[in-house]
């Protein structure tokens, strides 16, 4: 499924900006090009603008949108078949993401962000930008050449965008040139070759010291899901050893210094089961996601399900936008629940356990009409407010009638019985601890201790009665500082004879099993996002983001946040240590033996830098070492970027990693730098290695390792987030 004409030859980078005769053009001068239409929102655009151009002549498209408004043009037919896509664009790095639709079956292409193309966008000057199909900046995915694609839109982000854009083109073809992009030691005798374009692999060579190593075959293939890149492997006939090594191909020279071999050992014989539920996602976007990452559970939950109305599928947004209505993202629960338990994977439904649920589609809480000094308002219905007066205080919620329905136990129950689908599990709702917030409009008192219990109760209870086998899950509490207090605040915890919030949470239900006799919770659930941040994305937020794993496990590892220096934030021991699953897993013995625990949200904190992944695969390997028992990503991770790899990694395609852990001991442990995980499966060894540090190679001596055959994956790597990825090509050596 190449687009038409993807021409692989030799050629200079002046090729790729020439035009054909077949290209398609969009704008040049003036006016769109005859068949293109209009379709932008909330822009202030003029299509003759004439203070800035490219070019030396005519006139350019100055683009004026406001927040997550765009420029957006459809063609009268189909565009099939381009190879990509080519525009001029000046303005201060206006923030834009790009993105291709199909209007005819709703179909959109992966989104590329302007910044993907270049960093270096200023006012004055034009920059010709280019997007090729075949490798969309950021992904390296591929547009589907047979899609009805009719329509392409600029979106600005939150604070909208300022721009000129001019000589838009639709090109019929890309000239690659040829590229080594880099060369990496993957296993004692196989090293990875990237390249693109139609390069000469004749001319490789490796040496180790200054001494050439022999080269006993070489294979290449095109990944399925990146075709841009291919991948050579190349096979040695001799291993590695410690020293200075380099491939040399064509004009390019790769080297890094192999460090010291670390030395360690794997014990296949201490070992515990890894539940296969830690490998979730919320809201898988389709059937073939789940089964390309191999998806074991699948969360409906997030702010949003807490205004879930069963009868239309309405819902409302809360505080993330406006409190406005409308109609349920993922369509009916339902027939969500049978979709994705068709395409393989357990489902984890959320049960609204508030006194309302959205009651249509078009209603919001706080009118203009009603309150017109609010502290801003939604920049696509002007008479929907934030609920905040500017001086950030809340406005005083209208009767919730207006836009919700009422909400109770009965509802619950009769809309769980009647499921055609049934859930393996339920959660009983969402955050709801931070609802006078999230959901100020229906419940604008701060929820307590006794409030949240008495809510998980009785929908734990309607729960179980409408479906007797369902797992119940509870209370998905939002972070740190909530597992130990309430929203009232440290006079809720005095009232409760100083107890944390969760601790006395899990005895309270402990308590109510031993006197009625029947189980209501089976999973401790929390939402965990790291502490710390790293958004500023810079050197060290990337290395902070890839130490954070270990506040999942590690008693000695003071928290990089406000938890490591602002402590006491509650009566716990070892307080600036989060610790998080051995601290929970004590929590549980003590207070409720049995629990589960479940992480029904948590995030690497980057989705799209090849960090997060790196993350994620941490974090996988930890979950199922320290024996977490249901997790899902918050929220869905793109199938093409770095957390979709990591998954891919793990359950891609039908390979899966383990279904038991076993013993890694290391001599030197570096838990910043580097995370080995070892498990079994039918009587199979795997290991997952991740380097957070891919500048210098890392290189192990691993005893009990049998000799044997082994298939080995990768991603990542010096030649960007590079998708290594075999689908289901068996990459089979021997490990002697
Ligand atoms: C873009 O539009 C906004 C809202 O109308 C206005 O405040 C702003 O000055 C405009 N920006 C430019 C550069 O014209
Ligand atoms: C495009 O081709 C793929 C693979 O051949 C196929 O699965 C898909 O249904 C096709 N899509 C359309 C819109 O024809
Ligand atoms: C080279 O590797 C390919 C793919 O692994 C394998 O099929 C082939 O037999 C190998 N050739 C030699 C000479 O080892
Ligand atoms: C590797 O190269 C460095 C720098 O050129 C040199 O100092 C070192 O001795 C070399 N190591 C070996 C093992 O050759
Ligand atoms: C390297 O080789 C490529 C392809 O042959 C050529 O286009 C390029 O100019 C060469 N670069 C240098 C620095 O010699
Ligand atoms: C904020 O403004 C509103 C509306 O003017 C007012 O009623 C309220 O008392 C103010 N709150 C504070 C804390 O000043
Ligand atoms: C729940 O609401 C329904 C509809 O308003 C009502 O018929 C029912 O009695 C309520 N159930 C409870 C337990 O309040
Ligand atoms: C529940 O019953 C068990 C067994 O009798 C007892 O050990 C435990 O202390 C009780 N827990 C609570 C919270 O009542
Ligand atoms: C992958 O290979 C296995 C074993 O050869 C086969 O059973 C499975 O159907 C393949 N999966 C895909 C997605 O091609």
């Not at 490796?206 to 841009?228: E, F, H, M, R």
């Not at 993202?329 to 309302?356: F, M, Q």
């Not at 604008?444 to 479906?467: H, N, Q």
């Not at 549980?588 to 479940?598: A, E, H, R, V």
Request: with cysteine; aromatic share 12%.
């Amino acid at each position: 499924m190449f687009p038409k004409r993807i021409l692989l030859q030799l050629a200079t980078l002046v090729a790729l900006f020439s035009a054909t005769e077949a290209d398609l053009t969009i704008y040049t001068d003036s006016a769109l090009a005859a068949g293109w239409e209009d379709w932008s929102w909330s822009s202030v655009i003029n299509y003759a603008s004439t203070d800035e151009f490219a070019g030396t002549s005519g006139s350019s498209i100055s683009v004026n949108s406001s927040a997550y408004a765009a420029l957006s043009v459809k063609l009268e037919g189909t565009f099939p078949g381009y190879a990509g896509l080519r525009f001029d664009i000046a303005g201060a790095q206006p923030d834009l993401s790009i993105f291709i639709q199909s209007t005819g079956d709703n179909d959109q292409s992966p989104t590329v962000d302007l910044s993907t193309l270049s960093n270096t966008i200023v006012d004055g000057t034009f920059s010709s930008l280019l997007i090729n199909f075949n490798d969309l900046p950021g992904t390296g995915a591929q547009l589907s050449s047979n899609d009805s694609w009719d329509r392409i839109t600029f979106q600005a982000g939150g604070n909208g965008a300022f721009y000129h854009i001019d000589n838009i083109v639709l090109v019929e073809e890309i000239v690659i040139p040829p590229l080594f992009l880099s060369a990496e030691p993957i296993l004692d005798h196989i090293v990875a070759v990237t390249t693109q374009g139609a390069v000469d692999l004749s001319t490789i060579s490796v040496s180790l010291n200054g001494n050439a190593v022999k080269i006993v075959n070489t294979t290449t293939y095109v990944p399925v899901d990146t075709p841009s890149q291919t991948i050579t492997y190349l096979e040695l006939g001799s291993n590695f050893d410690q020293g200075n090594f380099s491939v040399t191909a064509g004009n390019t020279t790769f080297s890094a210094v192999l460090p010291a071999v670390q030395y360690g050992s794997v014990v296949q014989q201490v070992s515990k089961p890894i539940n296969p539920h830690i490998y979730g996602v919320n809201f898988p976007t389709s059937a073939s996601y789940i089964q390309h990452l191999g998806v074991t559970i699948s969360r409906w939950g997030g702010n949003a399900v807490t205004a879930y109305n069963f009868q239309g599928d309405f819902t409302n947004a809360g505080n993330d936008w406006y409190f406005e209505n409308r109609a349920a993202d993922d369509g009916n629960a339902d027939a969500w629940l049978g979709w994705v338990s068709g395409a393989g994977s357990d489902t984890l439904l959320t049960v609204p356990a508030l006194d309302w649920v959205a009651k249509d589609t078009t209603s919001f809480s706080y009118p203009a009409t009603i309150y017109p000094d609010q502290a801003g308002f939604d920049p696509y219905n002007s008479d929907a407010g934030n609920g905040q007066f500017p001086n950030g205080s809340w406005v005083p919620p209208l009767p919730q009638s207006n836009v919700y329905k009422s909400w109770n136990t009965s509802l619950a129950k009769q809309w769980l019985s009647n499921l055609a689908n049934k859930p393996l599990m339920v959660a009983i709702d969402n955050e709801i601890e931070i609802a006078s917030n999230t959901h100020q409009d229906m419940h604008p008192d701060p929820i307590g201790y006794d409030e949240e219990l008495a809510r998980v109760i009785s929908f734990a209870t309607a729960a179980k009665e409408a479906l007797p086998d369902v797992l119940v899950v509870a209370p998905s509490t939002c972070s740190w500082w909530y597992y130990w207090t309430s929203e009232i605040g440290y006079t809720d915890n005095a009232a409760h004879y100083n107890i944390d919030f969760l601790p006395w949470f899990l005895a309270q239900m402990k308590a109510q099993e031993n006197s009625t006799g029947t189980r209501l919770i089976d999973y401790l659930d929390l939402h965990y996002y790291f502490q710390a941040d790293t958004s500023a994305n810079d050197d060290a937020a990337k290395a902070l983001r890839l130490r954070m794993t270990r506040s999942l496990w590690d008693t000695s590892y003071v928290d990089e946040s406000w938890v490591g220096t602002s402590a006491p934030q509650n009566h716990q021991w070892n307080p600036t240590a989060i610790s998080l699953i051995p601290r929970f897993q004590i929590l549980i013995d003590q207070n409720y033996p049995g629990m589960k625990l479940s992480i029904s949200e948590w995030s690497s904190t980057d989705d799209t830098d090849i960090t997060g992944g790196l993350v994620t695969v941490d974090v996988l390997g930890l979950f199922g070492q320290y024996g977490v028992d249901s997790s899902t990503y918050w929220a869905t991770p793109d199938e093409m970027g770095p957390i979709g790899l990591a998954y891919w990694l793990y359950r891609g395609y039908g390979t899966f990693f383990a279904s038991a852990t076993a013993q890694v001991n290391l001599a030197t442990p570096l838990p910043d730098t580097q995370g080995v995980y070892a498990g079994t499966q039918d009587g199979k060894l795997s290991l997952v290695i991740v380097n957070k540090n891919p500048d210098v190679p890392i290189s192990f001596y691993l005893a009990n390792v049998p000799t044997d055959t082994y298939f080995v994956r990768h991603f990542g790597g010096q030649a960007g987030v590079a998708k290594w990825q075999a689908s289901n090509t068996s990459r089979l050596w021997k490990i002697a």
